[in-house]
């Protein structure tokens, strides 16, 4: 990765996001998706924790760490289901908006201030659309290094098949460097750093109000990769 690169990844872009970072994400589109601003968040969690489970692992015994978790939001309401939870982000700025979590600020955008083998549980959460391709293996090998052996890394991602995912994204100043990843592309990179993929599933088909009464279709076209996001779960094998 060149100086440059690195240099313009490490400025912490997202300070400068902070103060209005709600304002930034309003969107005609999104907002006719969904009233609730915490419904994609609960969207995320109810498809975090249904994978953990159907691969046996419970959720209220392990240690978890939301990598880029920016204001906190997801950790504020996933959180409370884990043994312990907490969150880094490379923007001080973001962080000082933080909830009731632990959080901790990266010293550089693809290095994590925690020990090897410290988590059970790592997240990445519309994280690396913003990542440079140059810096995402870098990131990637770091979030192996902090999961304890057999742990398990999640990334949820915006799927770049689905125009309407597209189309706000475009129009987002907060998405202005996004560079989006398909699952294919993700599940590649997560088996370049010695991750496994063990499962993932494709969201967001339905607007709130839809979604409130048809999840189940939802669960039935998890598959089809036309969803507004992914998710996609990989598994740290032992050392």
């Given at each position: 990765?060149?100086?440059?690169?690195i240099?313009?990844?490490?400025?912490a872009e997202?300070d400068?996001?902070?103060?209005?970072y709600?304002q930034?994400l309003?969107?005609?589109?999104r907002?006719?998706?969904a009233?609730?601003?915490?419904?994609?968040?609960?969207r995320k969690?109810?498809?975090?924790?249904?994978m953990?489970?159907g691969?046996?692992?419970?959720?209220?015994s392990?240690s978890?760490?939301d990598?880029g978790?920016?204001?906190g939001e997801?950790l504020?309401l996933?959180g409370s289901h884990?043994?312990?939870a907490a969150?880094c982000d490379?923007s001080?700025?973001?962080?000082?908006?933080?909830?009731?979590?632990?959080?901790?600020n990266?010293p550089?955008p693809?290095e994590l201030?925690?020990?090897?083998?410290s988590?059970?549980?790592v997240?990445a959460?519309?994280?690396y659309h913003?990542?440079?391709v140059?810096?995402r293996s870098?990131?990637t090998?770091?979030?192996?290094r902090v999961?304890?052996?057999g742990?398990?890394?999640?990334?949820?991602?915006?799927n770049p098949y689905n125009p309407?995912?597209?189309?706000?994204?475009n129009?987002?100043p907060?998405?202005?460097?996004?560079e989006l990843?398909s699952?294919?592309?993700?599940?590649?990179l997560?088996?370049?750093s010695g991750l496994?993929?063990v499962t993932?599933?494709y969201?967001?088909y339905?607007?709130e109000?839809?979604?409130q009464?048809?999840?189940?279709v939802?669960?039935?076209?998890r598959?089809?990769p036309?969803?507004?996001?992914y998710?996609l779960?990989?598994?740290?094998?032992?050392?």
């Amino acid at each position: 990765m060149s100086q440059t690169v690195i240099e313009r990844f490490a400025e912490a872009e997202f300070d400068h996001f902070a103060s209005s970072y709600d304002q930034l994400l309003e969107d005609p589109i999104r907002i006719g998706f969904a009233s609730d601003p915490l419904h994609f968040c609960k969207r995320k969690w109810l498809v975090l924790d249904r994978m953990l489970r159907g691969i046996g692992r419970q959720p209220e015994s392990m240690s978890w760490l939301d990598v880029g978790c920016g204001r906190g939001e997801f950790l504020e309401l996933a959180g409370s289901h884990f043994a312990d939870a907490a969150g880094c982000d490379p923007s001080g700025g973001m962080l000082s908006f933080g909830r009731s979590f632990v959080t901790h600020n990266q010293p550089h955008p693809t290095e994590l201030p925690f020990p090897s083998r410290s988590f059970d549980l790592v997240t990445a959460v519309c994280v690396y659309h913003h990542v440079p391709v140059d810096a995402r293996s870098a990131l990637t090998s770091e979030i192996r290094r902090v999961l304890r052996p057999g742990g398990l890394f999640c990334v949820i991602e915006h799927n770049p098949y689905n125009p309407v995912t597209r189309a706000i994204v475009n129009r987002c100043p907060v998405d202005a460097d996004a560079e989006l990843l398909s699952l294919n592309t993700a599940a590649k990179l997560v088996n370049a750093s010695g991750l496994r993929p063990v499962t993932s599933e494709y969201f967001l088909y339905l607007p709130e109000t839809w979604f409130q009464k048809l999840s189940r279709v939802e669960s039935i076209l998890r598959r089809v990769p036309l969803g507004g996001q992914y998710a996609l779960l990989a598994h740290a094998d032992k050392f």
